[in-house]
Structures are given as structure tokens and as C-alpha cells.
T-cell receptor
Framework: AQTIHQWPVAEIKAVGSPLSLGCTIK??????LYWYWQATGGTLQQLFY??????VESVVQLNLSASRPKDDQFILSTEKLLLSHSGFYLC??????????????FGAGTRLSVL | GDSVTQTEGQVALSEEDFLTIHCNYS??????LFWYVQYPGEGPQFLFR?????EKGSSRGFEATYDKGTTSFHLRKASVQESDSAVYYC???????????FGTGTTVSVSP
């Protein structure tokens, strides 16, 4: 069975400080990986996706960047946090394939508070 | 661009009430449609999906039917329980393959 692990579970950071959030998926080779952001009480906004190692596509940047250093790992980062970065960050995976037919499976998320 | 609209922002019910959440989409062709449920502090969980006109998806007593004519995928449950209290999201499969486009979510609160 596939498992997706996000770290850390929660972060409290100061404005202007750097950030690195991680996501690892086990039990699935070459998954498509995604980062979503959710403001408190808000909907899910896709940030980035990656089909393969070393390749990341941006959907909405929000002054963030993403990288895929390994087949099973997806990293979200920034050098300078803004207050607007606060929220819930979700990593997700799905099997590859054409179109948007395949189901997206989410991790448990990382709660970020920027003060 | 493609989009999903959920009509109800919040729904308050009593146990054993009937639940309906309206979801309409705007997209060409036959995009896949999904329902997800999110409990506080957790990631969204997949409920079910449908990919063809008149196809019915169902899970945990929830169901929805893909209707190309009315571009809808309304979520229904005949008898809700307190444990069904959560946020429900309708989503549309992006036909460019990027991911899912989510609606704004509907908060369902069920009182005993």
C-alpha cells in the first residue's frame, strides 16, 4: 500500500525566515506529485506539480519554490517567509496517465503559522 | 478556464436528515468529477469519482450522479450522522493532466 508522509507536522516561523517542507511517498514508483495550499477556512489551491525527478511545474508560485530531488520526494521552500504564507500545506500523489481522470491522494498536511 | 461551483457554503442538519450539496462545473468534454471530504486538521480524503455521463459514484452512503446535461455532480446522503460533520469538496479533473480543480467547499455540521 502507498503511504505519504509530510514533515514537519506544524511550524511556527518568523516573517523573513526560510522554510522547507517535505513530502515522501512510499510504495509507488514514479508518481505524479503535487503541492496544494489551503488558507484557514479556504479552498485548495494548487501550487506545483511534478511528473518526474528534477522537473517541477508551477501553477501559482506565491513566492515559493519546489523541487523533486528523488523519485519519492517533493520539497517546498522559500528563502523569505511572508505573513500570507500562513496556512495548511498539502502534498498529494496520483498515478500518471492522460487527462485528469486519476484520483489524487493527500498527505496529512503541514500547518504553517508565520508571525 | 475550467471551474467548479459549490452553492452551499455551510449546511446545518440534525441526525437522520437528508443531505444535498450542489456542485456544478464548467468545462468542455467529459472531465472526471470527484468528491472529497476533509475533517479538521487532516488532509482531504477521496470519497468517489465519476467519469461518464449518468455514471453514479458512491461511498460511505454518499452518492452523486454525473449529469452532462445540467453540468452537475450533486452530493446526496439519505440519513446523516454526527460523524459526517466535515468539509466537502467537489473537484474537477484538469484535462491538461495537471491536477484537480476544487470548489470552495461546503461545511456540514450535524447535531445529535
Amino acid at each position: 500500500a502507498q503511504t505519504i508522509h509530510q514533515w514537519p507536522v506544524a511550524e511556527i516561523k518568523a516573517v523573513g525566515s526560510p522554510l522547507s517542507l517535505g513530502c515522501t511517498i512510499k510504495g509507488k514508483s514514479s508518481p505524479n506529485l503535487y503541492w496544494y495550499w489551503q488558507a484557514t477556512g479556504g479552498t485548495l489551491q494548487q501550487l506545483f506539480y511534478s511528473i518526474t525527478v528534477g522537473q517541477v511545474e508551477s501553477v501559482v508560485q506565491l513566492n515559493l519554490s519546489a523541487s523533486r530531488p528523488k523519485d519519492d520526494q517533493f520539497i517546498l521552500s522559500t528563502e523569505k517567509l511572508l505573513l500570507s504564507h500562513s496556512g495548511f500545506y498539502l502534498c498529494a500523489w496520483r498515478t500518471g496517465g492522460a487527462g485528469g481522470q486519476n484520483t489524487l491522494y493527500f498527505g496529512a498536511g503541514t500547518r504553517l503559522s508565520v508571525l | 478556464g475550467d471551474s467548479v461551483t459549490q452553492t452551499e457554503g455551510q449546511v446545518a442538519l440534525s441526525e437522520e436528515d437528508f443531505l444535498t450539496i450542489h456542485c456544478n462545473y464548467s468545462a468542455s468534454g467529459y472531465p472526471a468529477l470527484f468528491w472529497y471530504v476533509q475533517y479538521p486538521g487532516e488532509g482531504p480524503q477521496f470519497l468517489f469519482r465519476a467519469s461518464r455521463d449518468k455514471e453514479k459514484g458512491s461511498s460511505r452512503g454518499f452518492e452523486a450522479t454525473y449529469d452532462k446535461g445540467t453540468t452537475s455532480f450533486h452530493l446526496r446522503k439519505a440519513s446523516v450522522q454526527e460523524s459526517d460533520s466535515a468539509v466537502y469538496y467537489c473537484a474537477l479533473g484538469d484535462q491538461g493532466g495537471r491536477a484537480l480543480i476544487f470548489g470552495t467547499g461546503t461545511t456540514v455540521s450535524v447535531s445529535p
